[in-house]
């Protein structure tokens, strides 16, 4: 019987990817996008593949108690995290996808979608219905992982685990990046029919404690079942290729994303 290596990392895959990933990383691009879409009180605000509802919980604060905001998730687990959450009760949690809302058209003055394009299979027609649901006038922002070569996590992963365990098992950490074109993000919206089209890079950090925490939380989230001396490699290797970001406070590395806001 094969001993495989444990990952140190507790929890069911979700609540691995809102206790690690989230406040490394996606909190801080969250406010990012919730200052760019500038939710005002009592406004309508939606979240498209909203995950555990870090962007959504932030517009909530904004909107406030005499605002709406909904999350919309294709994942049902995902959405039991957000629920759990200790101000989940603002927020109207549903679930669906992103190419057939479950909402009437004008329904939102704003909505967000953060980390969600790339992984829909009809991206115009998402994002088609995003405008849709929009009042005229009303504000899209979104944000997609920008070039891989500016994300240094990413590039070391990516590395170690197609070194370790072949090319394809780093195919998911390159397709994360399929939409780092801003002029491509620039045509789908063009194409579902948006105007007053804005996109552009922008660079942020991520900030976690260890190298290691960041190789153990993806392999937990993935469920990677290996030996513990390849176990060992690949943190050994993300960590060497991280070591220049590494100090006293932690591991802070760059990352860059395209940022991109419309009209309806």
Known sequence: MTNFYQWGIDGSTWEIYDDIFVPAMLNTWALRLVDLADPQPGERALDIACGTGVWALHAADRVGPHGRVSGL????DMLAVARRKQNAGTVEWREGSADALPFDDTSFDVVGCQLGLMFFPDRVAALREMR??????GRFVGLVWGRMEHCPSQMAVAAAWSRR???DAAAGFHFQHVLANKDEVAGLLGAAGFRDIDTHWE????????????????????????????????IEDVTTDLAPYAGP????????????SARG
Do not use: K
Request: charged share 20%.
């Open 73 to 76: 998730d294709i994942n049902p």
């Open 132 to 137: 849709r649901v929009l009042a005229p006038g």
């Open 165 to 167: 365990l072949g090319p």
């Open 203 to 234: 660079m942020s950090e991520c900030r976690l404690p260890t190298p290691d925490r960041y190789v153990r939380g993806y392999a937990a989230l993935m469920g990677l079942q290996v030996e513990p001396e390849v176990a060992e490699a690949l």
């Open 249 to 260: 406070d932690g591991v802070i590395y760059p990352i860059e994303t395209v940022m991109a």
